[in-house]
């Protein structure tokens, strides 16, 4: 079972694909950690990609896919994988599908959970930080009993500018941009599956498991 998951700053994708490797015996391909353990373990590829990022620019596609050929060929992909964080753009997508095409395999399906943007800014954007004693709240799961004041010491709330409303919609700005290409990509290629990420995190992931199951019993 070889899947891709989907979704947007705030949709819950790391969460889910970590419990979903976990049900169901996947390995979790996160291109962020595939970065910091190539670089650990002194790779060429790690190394390549160090100096990329040590500049400040972005590791080219081609290192990327290489990095990632290199994680799906070690021996617990063999069962499966889920990609978490690539591919990004269309380019990505791309390169992935003849890399995977050489090895005589392909992409069994492309799970995107869905939220709407309104949703994700009040879930990007809900933390809240006491000035004096830095107790941190959440307005979704740890709102202060009293709005701006700390529970603990009735110290004053505030937001880091990283936390705040704007920087959420220029994040979520950059992600739909350059996402909504690479979902019509999957679409066209009948591997798309769209799933509901407003619920609660179980909800989510029953639905999710729920399209793995067609996908194994052959309703592809
Ligand atoms: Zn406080």
Known sequence: ??????????????????????????????SGDLFRQAQDRGTQLGLLAKRYMEK???VPDEITIKMIEERISAPDCKRGFILDGFPRTVN????????MEKRGADIDKVLYIEVSSE???????????????QTPYHI???PPKMAG????????????PDDSEETARKRLDVYFSQTTPLIEYYRTQGKLAEVDGQGNIGRVERDLLGVIEGV????R
């Open 119 to 133: 949703e994700l800014v009040r879930r990007l954007s809900g933390r809240w930080i006491c000035r004096a004693c």
């Open 92 to 99: 990505q997508a791309k390169a992935l599908d003849s890399a």
């Open 1 to 30: 079972m070889k899947l891709i998951l989907l979704g947007a700053p705030g949709a819950g994708k790391g969460t889910q694909a970590e419990r979903l490797s976990r049900r169901l015996g996947l390995a979790h391909v996160a």
């Open 149 to 160: 004041k700390c529970d603990r010491c009735g110290g004053e709330l505030y937001q880091r």
């Open 56 to 58: 400040g620019m972005l």
């Open 140 to 142: 979704l799961s740890s």
């Open 216 to 219: 194994q019993t052959g309703g």
